[in-house]
């Protein structure tokens, strides 16, 4: 596709479940970022790739947040036993390469409520 | 560690004034971004500045680096209802870590 693709769109999940959040980035595109946003607040770094390959893993909030890119190119950010806290917008972004000049692509994102 | 700070957070402007919203790091930046993200969208990539004391514009956006490299504006002239939505500031240090601002929500009365 043209843009960064991101599913699902909405997910509701109750307090202690697993969610698994997706991301396709632009295709070609080697470096692809996942992102928390909470209401009103800017994008706040979770982790980085490089391929395959995990980076910077330094914004992940707890160790029940795993992300994984297995073969450079789709990701997938898993949260398990979620909590209230962690209801946010998660957006994927990609970028041609991993230089910090590189324009950032961001998906529509996923918007995930834990009740 | 290295902090990303913008204001104003909230600005309403009636349309036709201008509009203002500030960054500055606590640390020198190798470059900084500006993007846009209207209500309900994702962010969008409008420009970058790399150079001390840059300044570049896009019809009614000036956008400047500071001579520091530590501070960005961006300036909208005569705002228009198009330019609703929340502007960060994304900036890039010498580690290579990058970090956005808290963005700057413009409203502007028609």
């Known amino acids: 596709g043209a843009g960064v693709s991101q599913s699902p769109r909405y997910k509701v999940a109750k307090r202690g479940q697993d969610v698994a959040l997706r991301c396709d980035p632009i295709?070609?595109?080697?470096?692809l970022f996942w992102y928390q946003q909470a209401l009103g607040q800017g994008p706040e770094f979770l982790t980085y790739?490089?391929?395959?390959?995990?980076?910077?893993k330094s914004g992940l909030p707890s160790d029940r947040f795993f992300a994984e890119r297995p073969e450079g190119s789709v990701s997938t950010l898993k949260i398990q036993r979620t909590q209230q806290e962690d209801s946010a917008v998660y957006l994927c972004a990609s970028s041609l390469d991993g230089r910090s000049y590189q324009p950032q692509h961001f998906g529509d994102g996923t918007r995930l409520s834990i009740l | 560690g290295q902090q990303v700070m913008q204001i104003p957070q909230y600005q309403h402007v009636q349309e036709g004034e201008d509009f203002t919203t500030y960054c500055n790091s606590s640390t020198t930046l190798s470059n900084i971004q500006w993007y846009k993200q209207r209500p309900g969208g994702h962010p969008v990539f409008l420009i970058q500045l790399v150079k001390s004391g840059e300044v570049k514009k896009q019809k009614r956006l000036t956008f400047q680096f500071g001579e520091a490299k530590k501070n960005s504006s961006l300036h909208i002239t005569a705002t228009q209802t198009t330019d609703v939505g929340t502007y960060f500031c994304?900036?890039?240090?010498?580690?290579?870590?990058?970090?956005f601002g808290q963005g700057t929500t413009l409203q502007v009365k028609p």
């Open positions: 994304r900036g890039s240090g010498n580690t290579g870590k990058l970090i």
């Open positions: 790739f490089q391929n395959e390959a995990q980076l910077d």
């Open positions: 295709s070609g595109h080697v470096s």
